[in-house]
């Protein structure tokens, strides 16, 4: 299993850039590093997924250095709404099972 | 793209009895399933991972004849809880990928109360 490890809370206010870095020091080298987002009561939500350099999408950045052992979700211009729990999560079929972390905790305020 | 549905959205039942959940991917075909347990304030926990045609890898910890698998075709999945005891209520979420397993996507939840 590769282990994950992220803060377990971040605070920010509406309008911030939040970057949610978490550390995986045994990813494979099949593995990709996939974000996801979730409400109370929800499912989780796929964020943004990479598997080196930088990747961006309308919600989001993903950077990962060149060894991989860690990863950064960038949050540009953050809302009340981003208010949630987030997952990184490492895993592909030929090499670590994903497994879910504790996630980080993201309280947004105005 | 990529929505998979559940349902029902909750439930509640007396002790005892069984529920079934049913996991639905809309608009592509799920070669591999994945069923989640996450009790309130924690993180999610795989309970198992099951491929259409075949039986279902469960997780070490989890009673495979108490939460029967069953993926029948490309498109469904369920989840029975037998014999539900209090101790089984949960919120339970199914995930479906495409093959390669590399992005799972999920679905809304089943919040499971069991009296």
């Known amino acids: 299993l590769a282990k994950t490890t992220q803060p377990i809370s971040m605070d920010s206010y509406e309008g911030q850039e939040v970057n949610i870095t978490c550390s995986h020091n045994n990813i494979a080298t099949n593995d990709y590093i996939t974000w996801y987002q979730q409400f109370p009561s929800q499912g989780p939500r796929f964020i943004i997924q990479?598997?080196?350099t930088k990747v961006t999408n309308e919600v989001a950045s993903l950077f990962i250095p060149a060894d991989r052992k860690s990863s950064t979700l960038s949050l540009p211009r953050v809302s009340l709404s981003d208010t949630a729990v987030y997952y990184c999560l490492v895993g592909s079929s030929g090499g670590n099972k994903l497994t879910f972390g504790t996630g980080t905790q993201l309280k947004v305020e105005l | 793209g990529a929505v998979v549905s559940q349902h029902p959205s909750w439930v509640i039942c007396k002790s005892g009895t069984s529920v079934k959940i049913e996991c639905r991917s809309l608009d592509f075909q799920a070669t591999t399933m994945f069923w989640y347990r996450q009790f309130p304030k924690q993180s999610l926990m795989l309970m198992a991972t099951s491929n259409e045609g075949s039986k279902a890898t469960y997780e070490q910890g989890v009673e495979k004849d108490k939460f029967l698998i069953n993926h029948a075709s490309l498109t469904l999945s369920t989840l029975t809880v037998t014999s539900a005891h209090p101790e089984d209520s949960s919120f339970y979420i199914c995930?479906?990928?495409?093959?390669?397993?590399?992005?799972?996507?999920f679905g809304p939840g089943t919040r499971l109360l069991v009296l």
């Open positions: 990479g598997y080196k």
């Open positions: 995930s479906a990928t495409t093959g390669d397993q590399e992005t799972q996507y």
